[in-house]
């Protein structure tokens, strides 16, 4: 769960009636004092709205609009005969018979008994009409190819998908080897999480992987990489087609990470902060021999509090300072960035990860921010009080991380830069692409061992990437690395797998970065 938003769903299960009074408390459902049957303004004023709106979606956007703030996103499987509650219209759940507590816990009672939906639903953190407005605005904006928020300060659209794929399946979505598929762009720094912790923990035989390429529309991501530009498993060209099976008519953004039920071409989630921790902890019967602990039990409580900063100042910062749309909205935003970037260098001057000394949860999601910042966010979002390159112990630590097998060899800075460059053309009209940085500095040498620390604490590094998932040599530093900055990431390794020639490369390349089917730059 995102750190700007917190759980507070429950699931209700039973026979019992609409007034037995098991409505959650209204602390733990929408923060109002009086949460009745019918009598709170909130509840009569979605009535109102729902009666109106044939679908969900709309309802909710509508209720953001008026400023009811709570419900961001609806998920649940077939429950009775009624079918998917995405699929109904709002006035069939909202009104007919008696709503035991508001929205939160939307029934239906039929002569037969009571058919409960399981309502899964975020209470923002931050104001709560201004903030859902400003994130329905900033919703349509971006469907309209417009980035920079016409509102001042940007808020991301934090409403997904949030069915879990469990081992237990509550959500309806059990753990099972070859069922789902994982899309994402390797462009995007949310999806990059994922992509890293399925090859640590090394579920690329269990989960498969489409990727789409660097670019979108409104409309959708697209399968243009792929031969006839259409996934091979999914046999879809875009990735919204995923979500309308799931959701017809789906407003939300078409996001990666996603995960697709390959059975029924159906998204389960693009719950992207979700996805990494239940891959580490509901997917551990499939992990590899030798797969690192990333959320390990006795840590979690300091990870979450770290992930918590770092995805509100700096992965999130980030695209707060690019897409702010007034001088205030940017500079408090550039400052809270650089102050929380400093917060981290004081932090990892004396430890070489973050949290303990083993790689974790919190690592990579710094990590796809920090290796993205020289190339994009310092000139394309103005996150320009210093380069990654002059924040030395940053820069030493990111160089770390790339320099680890799962994490450098899942880079394409050539998709990087083409997604940013091309798509935001409201900050960017031209799609020029930048010819730079120099990328080489991301094989030099770190130093950070003197530190200590188990990368992978008592498992082992993953074996190099699978056919068709490597990274093309062009799109990486290895384009331009001279002999002796591929000799020394091999040497500090010491790697059997990279010690293995590659027919793209010097023998002294680290295979661990290479593709051996290059692709020509574009």
């Known amino acids: 769960m995102d750190p700007h938003s917190r759980t507070v769903a429950r699931s209700y299960n039973g026979g019992v009636t609409c007034h037995a009074g098991t409505h959650p408390t209204p602390e733990t459902a929408w923060g109002f004092e009086d949460v009745g049957l019918g009598s709170n303004p909130v509840e009569q004023k979605g009535r109102e709205l729902a009666e109106s709106l044939p679908t969900v979606d709309r309802w909710v956007d509508r209720c953001a609009e008026h400023g009811l703030a709570g419900l961001e996103t609806w998920s649940g499987s077939e429950i009775g005969t009624f079918g998917p509650i995405e699929s109904l219209p709002a006035p069939t759940i909202v009104a007919g018979a008696t709503s035991c507590c508001g929205f939160t816990r939307p029934c239906h009672c039929t002569t037969t008994g009571l058919r409960l939906w399981v309502a899964r639903f975020r209470r923002l953190a931050a104001p709560a009409g201004e903030e859902m407005r400003n994130m329905t605005t900033m919703a349509r904006e971006v469907g309209n190819g417009r980035y920079v928020s016409s509102t001042g300060e940007f808020t991301r659209d934090q409403r997904y998908i949030t069915t879990r794929i469990t081992a237990d399946g509550g959500d309806g979505y059990r753990v099972e080897p070859g069922r789902y598929r994982l899309i994402v762009s390797r462009a995007c720094p949310w999806a990059s999480r994922v992509v890293i912790v399925r090859r640590l923990l090394g579920l690329e035989d269990v989960m498969s992987m489409g990727i789409a390429g660097p670019t979108h529309d409104a409309r959708s991501w697209t399968f243009d990489l792929d031969p006839g530009g259409r996934d091979p498993v999914l046999g879809i060209e875009r990735l919204q087609e995923a979500y309308f099976a799931r959701i017809p008519g789906y407003q939300r953004g078409i996001t990666v990470p996603a995960i697709v039920d390959v059975h029924t071409g159906q998204v389960v989630t693009n719950d992207f902060a979700q996805i990494t921790l239940d891959l580490s902890t509901q997917w551990v019967a499939h992990h590899r021999a030798g797969a690192p602990v990333l959320y390990p039990e006795d840590l979690r409580n300091e990870i979450d509090a770290v992930n918590e900063v770092v995805f509100a100042d700096v992965n999130n910062g980030v695209y707060r300072c690019g897409f702010a749309g007034t001088q205030e909205a940017y500079e408090a935003a550039y400052h809270r960035l650089f102050g929380r970037l400093d917060w981290l260098s004081a932090r990892l001057e004396r430890q070489r990860f973050l949290v303990g000394d083993i790689i974790t949860e919190a690592d990579i999601r710094l990590f796809t921010t920090l290796v993205r910042f020289d190339a994009v966010y310092h000139s394309h979002f103005k996150c320009s009080r210093q380069k990654l390159t002059e924040m030395p112990v940053l820069w030493a630590y990111a160089r770390d991380l790339f320099q680890t097998p799962g994490f450098g060899d899942t880079v394409d800075f050539q ?72 000799a020394h990431l091999s040497t500090v390794h010491r790697l059997p797998h990279q010690s293995a020639t590659s027919p793209s490369v010097a023998p002294s390349s680290p295979r661990h970065l290479v593709s051996r089917e290059a692709v020509p730059v574009i």
């Open 415 to 486: 998709h990087i830069k083409r997604h940013y460059y091309e798509v935001h053309r409201d900050i960017n009209p031209t799609g020029i692409v930048p010819a730079g940085p120099d990328l080489t500095g991301w094989l030099t040498r770190h130093g950070r061992e003197s530190l200590g620390g188990r990368p992978f604490g008592d498992g082992t590094p993953p074996p190099p990437p699978p056919e068709g998932e490597q990274v093309a040599v062009q799109h990486t530093p290895l384009a331009r690395a001279d002999g002796a900055a591929a």
